[in-house]
């Protein structure tokens, strides 16, 4: 029965996604993809086909649900979705989610469609528009009683020119109980991070959350890229590591970029085997330069890598002079064995240490850019410089709240 009810559903989404609601292939702006047939795109999805049970025809791209007037704590989750380059924006994708009540539950209500009660009365559907925006206005889910599984809402991902949908589950930061799953199952980071960070709006709680569609997606379609890899992705987390403190405001200690300077924007450019120190020198004097005018909202790192006759006081000595040749002010110049070092954790980079640079440029811990090398001209400067503006987001200046 379970089948032939995911098989009308699916009649329903086909005559749904070629009706007047103009969401055809042919008028789509979105480059056709087109996946093996043989295997669903996310590896299937336990529950995802009720987000058509009572879909709207019309869904715009911002969403209410009755947990925003009922429940305990308010919260806006909102931000873009981008293609998987993570810089195209991607309109006309449905997303739709459900989430517990405050008692952990997900309880239903008279409107609540009799197939799709398991997922209760707080779940709802937006559609992102031209410039890949959404927003959902709900209330912050709670746990399940009795339970070590941490709060949580679920995403039922549907872009158009896949032929099914798949999920992406999304936790929260300041939740005690998401260490633990994060321990033990490891962070899956569907579509982007799975964390949520939360900034403070008076009572209201709000979670920017990008989309990267297709990141981490088992059986994804996608284009064998030509371009040099190195650094994760758009939309992945940028990971803690700690590498030795040669010059700057954390001399002399192993303080991590992201632990201590994680909340606003941050550069951390990365010179593996062979360095250019003319170019590097300049890059340091601009970084240093746009890190006194931003103040407090940038945090630029320098790491090098170079794995070649490493040696830790040579490598001291070297940053340690040239920091005070250039007179640098607020940038950190570190340095690691080699990228491949496990004890310093800057492996988990992934960095290609035999090409001239990456700049990964991340917010509130979250990669939102990387350029591979990128040399140092007045019109690459500006580009950082746009890149920091453009990716700030409305809610740069909100504080979060205190957590461990």
Known sequence: MKQLFKLGLFIILFNFLTSCNG?????????????DENKLVGGGCDGCELMYVGMPKVISSEHTSIGWDEGKQKLILTGKVFQLDGRTPASDVIIYYWHTDD?????????????????????????????????????????????????????????????????????????????NQKKKYGKLDRAGTEILRIVLDGNIQIAEHNMVLGLNIPDYPTKNKADIQSGLNIGEDQPSFIPFHAFGPDKGTRTCPVCKYGRYHGIVYFVGDNPNWDEIKK????????????????????????????????????LEKIGEKLKLQKIALTFVPSFADTESEVNLNKINASIENTFIIFRHRTIVEKYVNLKPTEQNFKLIAETLDKTKGNYFDLNEPKHE
């Open 23 to 35: 969401q055809t292939k042919s008028e789509s702006n979105q480059t056709e993809i087109k996946a």
């Open 103 to 179: 008692n952990g539950l997900y309880s239903s209500n008279n409107e609540t469609p009799k197939h799709a009660k398991e997922h209760g009365k707080l779940r709802g559907w937006v559609k992102s528009d031209k410039s890949g925006n959404y927003t959902i206005k709900t209330s912050r889910p709670a746990a399940y009683p009795n339970d070590n599984i941490p709060q949580h809402i679920h995403l039922s991902i549907k872009e158009p020119d896949i032929i099914n949908e798949y999920y992406a589950d999304l936790y929260f930061d300041d939740d005690p109980l998401y260490l």
């Open 283 to 318: 890059w340091l004097k601009q970084l240093d330069n746009e890190s006194v005018i931003r103040e407090k909202y940038l945090k630029a790192y320098f790491v090098y890598g170079n794995s070649k006759n490493y040696n830790k006081q040579t490598r001291q000595t070297e």
